[in-house]
C-alpha cells in the first residue's frame, strides 16, 4: 500500500454530494470529503477554513479530512 500523507489545506468551494473544493499550500486545487468520525461528528466545514487533509496515494487530486484546524 502508498503513503498517505497529511497536509494543511484551506477550503475553497462547497461542492455537491458533500465534497469541497480545497487549496493546498503549493497553490494545488484537490477534491476532498470528510473522513468517517469528521461526518459522523457532523464538523461544519465553511469555505476560508483551514483543514488537514490525507491525499490519496493512487490519485493526487482527491483526499479526505481528517481535522479541522483552528
Given at each position: 500500500?502508498?503513503?498517505?500523507?497529511?497536509?494543511?489545506?484551506i477550503v475553497?468551494?462547497?461542492?455537491?454530494?458533500?465534497?469541497?473544493?480545497?487549496?493546498?499550500?503549493?497553490?494545488?486545487?484537490?477534491?476532498?470529503?470528510?473522513?468517517?468520525?469528521?461526518?459522523v461528528n457532523?464538523?461544519?466545514?465553511?469555505?476560508?477554513?483551514?483543514?488537514?487533509?490525507?491525499?490519496?496515494?493512487?490519485?493526487?487530486?482527491?483526499?479526505?479530512?481528517?481535522?479541522?484546524?483552528?
Amino acid at each position: 500500500m502508498g503513503e498517505v500523507k497529511g497536509v494543511e489545506a484551506i477550503v475553497v468551494e462547497i461542492l455537491p454530494s458533500a465534497a469541497y473544493k480545497l487549496k493546498l499550500a503549493n497553490e494545488d486545487l484537490v477534491v476532498a470529503h470528510a473522513a468517517g468520525a469528521t461526518a459522523v461528528n457532523f464538523v461544519r466545514v465553511r469555505p476560508g477554513d483551514r483543514v488537514r487533509v490525507e491525499l490519496s496515494p493512487h490519485d493526487r487530486t482527491r483526499g479526505r479530512i481528517v481535522e479541522l484546524l483552528k
